[in-house]
């Protein structure tokens, strides 16, 4: 595998919609993908049910996903009662986000950036009491980074600054979040540039985007160029952006998928099989637009995927 595809739908994708999708749906998709290679799922966020209900069976989700082999658990926390619920069903992952825009912070999670540093050092120190074959990667993940819609653009020295302070604080790595929607491809490699001079070449890996406006892929691209090897994705879109009707929301998995196996770079997913499991969305959510340019279209005739790398 040269690139890990994250699948973040069964998090990003569900909490951006108000229908609630049925637990054991959710273990089907996420059984389904597992199945079609797919080796590490944001299964759902430790937020409590009566902020998002969508996500209230998300510790029984970590659970599921736990027992099936080789597949990496990631869950999204937004404060240390949420890191102390994921560490105890023994998730894999843990990311938690930190708005770059302070107003974004305050708005949508009601924390200043010292608030949230504040629980990232929690978080932090509640792994470091753990044995060390059990602890969590913590990432710390850097959101509405490309610009916000209450602030706009974020200058670069405040993505430095956030960056720096979050290591600090305790996390493994800095993730980068378009959750806007603004990123362009010249933007991609420039922040991933500005993180790497803050906090050093390995200490970012991966990012997630959206398709907002069309330039998930491009995006995409643009971080493989600078050499990241974790992009999130989900599956058919699912999600959207309340600001923009119609969009589409994260890149499309299926579409990530057909775009980097094409260019001889392995992700270890069977494309087919990815594309099949589209059917658990539509029964389970039938109201819910599916994107992806891949399904609609079919694969070409001499479609094959990268060789596997070993
Ligand atoms: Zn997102």
């Not at 951006?16 to 996420?30: D, H, L, N």
């Not at 074959?133 to 602030?151: H, Q, Y």
């Not at 699912?238 to 260019?263: H, K, Q, Y």
Request: charged share 20%.
């Amino acid at each position: 595998m040269d690139v890990l595809v994250s699948e973040v739908g069964p998090r990003d994708g569900l909490q951006s919609i108000t229908r609630v999708m049925p637990t054991e749906a959710k273990r089907r998709w996420i059984a389904a993908e597992a199945a079609a290679g797919v080796k590490e799922i944001e299964v759902g966020s430790f937020v409590p049910a009566s902020v998002l209900p969508q996500m209230a069976d998300t510790a029984e989700l970590v659970t599921y996903a736990k027992s099936i082999a080789g597949l990496t658990v990631a869950a999204l926390v937004p404060n240390a009662k949420g890191a102390q619920a994921a560490i105890a069903v023994k998730a894999d992952k843990i990311s938690l986000p930190l708005s770059c825009s302070e107003s974004h912070s305050v708005a949508n999670l009601r924390m200043t950036h010292a608030r949230v540093l504040e629980e990232v050092r929690t978080v932090a120190n509640l792994i470091k009491e753990l044995p060390a074959g059990e602890r969590p990667s913590f990432e710390g993940s850097l959101s509405t980074a490309f610009g916000c819609t209450i602030e706009g653009p974020i200058r670069d020295a405040d993505i430095a600054r956030l960056a720096e302070a979050l290591m600090e604080a305790g996390c493994d790595e800095i993730g980068l979040s378009d959750t806007t929607g603004y990123a362009d491809p010249a933007a991609v490699k420039r922040l991933i540039g500005v993180v790497r001079n803050a906090v050093g070449e390995d200490k970012i890996t991966g990012i997630h985007l959206h398709n907002t406006r069309g330039l998930g892929l491009a995006n995409a691209l643009a971080a493989l160029d600078c050499g990241l090897t974790t992009l999130d994705a989900s599956l058919g879109g699912l999600g959207g952006c309340p600001f923009a009707p119609g969009a589409s929301g994260n890149i499309v998995t299926e579409d990530l998928v057909f775009m980097l196996e094409s260019m001889g770079i392995s992700t270890g997913i069977d494309l087919e099989q990815l594309i099949a499991a589209r059917d658990i969305l539509g029964d389970a959510l039938p109201q819910e637009p599916l994107h992806g340019f891949v399904a609609h279209a079919g694969l070409p005739l001499g479609y094959h995927p990268a060789r596997t790398s070993v």
